[in-house]
T-cell receptor
């Protein structure tokens, strides 16, 4: 099956700084990628998605970048706030069968006030 | 809309006991799935359903059964609990096979002694 991995398991940033969370994927056939945020004791929450025909997509304070050449995905959070502290997961679609999502192991982001 | 709901929130079982984790969604989503989340391993797909009456296995189906008699409900059954099934279980739903947002429930924390 597909594998989705993260370069860094933990990330600490100062409040107000920008955060960058990285993700590598292995299935070149995947054409849909999603970032989820999971706060302690809660289920994952959708943040932003991107299709493979795009290189960049922006949301409110978040930007996802996709580099298909090196199969790399990143999530940028601008002006990081304490409420951004959470575990962030990337996921990719399977492109087969029911088009299930495969998740990476997650990066824990800690925002230092 | 309540979204995706799960019960119970916490459960402790003894080895060999059986139980059912409940999941319901009120968004009329066709696609529902069950994941388990273990430390350092991200989310792994157990079973999924693409519609009422249709279920299929995910990455880690052994020891679990599911059924989908209605669009709204997707219970997960542990037939004979084992300590290896100690985990946090998440139910999720999305509109269909297409690339669209997947909504997660709050999770059930299960401990098997």
């Amino acid at each position: 099956g597909e594998s989705v991995g993260l370069h860094l398991p933990t990330l600490s940033v100062q409040e107000g700084d920008n955060s960058i969370i990285n993700c590598a994927y292995s299935n070149s056939a995947s054409d849909y990628f999603i970032w989820y945020k999971q706060e302690s004791g809660k289920g994952p929450q959708f943040i932003i998605d991107i299709r493979s025909n795009m290189d960049k997509r922006q949301g409110q304070r978040v930007t996802v970048l996709l580099n298909k050449t090196v199969k790399h995905l990143s999530l940028q959070i601008a002006a990081t706030q304490p409420g951004d502290s959470a575990v962030y997961f990337c996921a990719e679609n399977a492109q087969t069968g029911a088009n299930n999502l495969f998740f990476g192991t997650g990066t824990r982001l800690t925002v230092i006030p | 809309n309540a979204g995706v709901t799960q019960t119970p929130k916490f459960q402790v079982l003894k080895t060999g006991q059986s139980m059912t984790l409940q999941c319901a969604q009120d968004m009329n989503h066709e696609y529902m799935s069950w994941y388990r989340q273990d430390p350092g391993m991200g989310l792994r797909l157990i079973h999924y359903s693409v519609g009422a009456g249709i279920t299929d296995q995910g990455e880690v189906p052994n020891g679990y059964n599911v059924s989908r008699s209605t669009t709204e409900d997707f219970p997960l059954r542990l037939l004979s609990a084992a300590p290896s099934q100690t985990s946090v279980y998440f139910c999720a739903s999305r509109q269909g096979r297409g690339d669209n947002e997947q909504f997660f429930g709050p999770g059930t924390r299960l401990t098997v002694l």
